[in-house]
């Protein structure tokens, strides 16, 4: 997640955290993110820095790359096309 300098890698660590507190019921304040997806507030053993990316960057600066991904995933689901359920479809639109 992030570029160059502010690049943060997902590791085993992290993926195993995040599972752990799934299955033992852990994440239960969910927020409405910057990225447009409802996020976990807090998991006990990850850094929030990975599930608010929006602090890597000034706003202005995040809001330019949000809008950027949002069009690479509308053009990507549009090369799918109906193949891809559409609730999974309409998430991006």
């Known amino acids: 997640m992030g570029e160059g300098a502010r690049y943060k890698e997902i590791t085993l660590e992290h993926t195993a955290g995040i599972l752990d507190s799934l299955l033992r019921g852990g994440l239960e ?51 799918i096309g109906d193949a891809l359920h559409p609730n999974v479809r309409n998430v991006f639109s």
């Open 29 to 79: 304040d969910w927020i409405d993110s910057l990225t447009g997806f409802r996020v976990p507030k807090a998991i006990r053993t990850v850094d929030d820095i990975y599930l608010h990316p929006e602090k890597l960057y000034s706003r202005e600066e995040f809001e330019e790359r949000q809008k950027k991904l949002n069009r690479l995933r509308r053009e990507a689901i549009e090369k």
